[in-house]
């Protein structure tokens, strides 16, 4: 008996196998379905959105933390002073800062022998309890520092670098400014400005 698949356009009954025929290549193999125009357009336009999202993303410019950082040189002319801490997932970049200490300028800048002073990324930001030996304690911590030779002046400095160059702490380290052999019992401040980045996911 047939049914209405079995009919052409005619209504003129066709065998059993007709339909299934038609379907058949010219190997005699059933053809694969073609896609639905319209589900393939939705799938496109769905990763057109996606991509767009992501340059929104990584088009968006940073935040700029910026702000003054201050402490306390004690009667060694040591200090620790903490600059920036960062989130866990936060990338911070200082792109410029100004290290100033009390009663000095750039006309009669501090210098002595062996004073440095140095910027480091620091997960403790417990204060050392000696300063003897800063560097090789914190060796590889260390971000930028100064002076470029023994003796130079190292107070007023200015730290200023592009966002290739810049000094980067990862969360949750801390970028530290350390003072070996400065002015005694003198208040340092730290102007600093950076750029912060967050890890993807994290709004």
């Known amino acids: 008996m047939s049914t209405i698949d079995d009919h052409d356009?005619?209504?003129?009954?066709?065998?059993?196998?007709?339909?299934?025929?038609?379907?058949?290549?010219?190997?005699?193999?059933?053809?694969t379905p073609q896609p639905d125009p319209a589900a393939k357009s939705m799938l496109e336009l769905r990763e057109q959105v996606a991509e767009l999202a992501r340059a929104i993303v990584n088009s968006t410019v940073p935040d700029g933390p910026t702000g003054i950082a201050s402490g306390m040189t004690d009667a060694s002319g040591n200090a620790f002073i903490i600059v920036y801490s960062c989130a866990a997932g936060e990338q911070f970049r200082l792109?410029?800062?100004?290290?100033?200490?009390?009663?000095?300028?750039?006309?009669?800048?501090?210098?002595?022998?062996?004073?440095?002073?140095?910027?480091?990324?620091l997960q403790n930001t417990a204060a050392p309890a000696s300063f003897t030996g800063i560097a090789d304690v914190y060796q590889?911590?260390?971000?930028?520092?100064?002076p470029p030779v023994a003796g130079g002046p190292i107070l007023p400095v200015l730290f200023a670098d592009e966002d290739a160059q810049a000094s980067e702490v990862r969360g949750p380290n801390s970028l530290v400014l350390m003072i070996s052999g400065g002015p005694a019992s003198k208040r340092i401040t730290v102007n600093y400005q950076g750029s912060l980045r967050r890890a993807r996911g994290i709004a």
Do not use: C, I, M
């Open 9 to 31: 356009a005619l209504g003129t009954a066709q065998p059993p196998n007709a339909a299934a025929a038609a379907r058949r290549g010219l190997f005699g193999r059933e053809e």
């Open 140 to 146: 590889g911590a260390q971000k930028d520092g100064g």
């Open 95 to 121: 792109h410029r800062a100004l290290v100033e200490a009390q009663g000095y300028t750039w006309a009669a800048p501090y210098s002595a022998g062996s004073a440095f002073l140095g910027l480091y990324s």
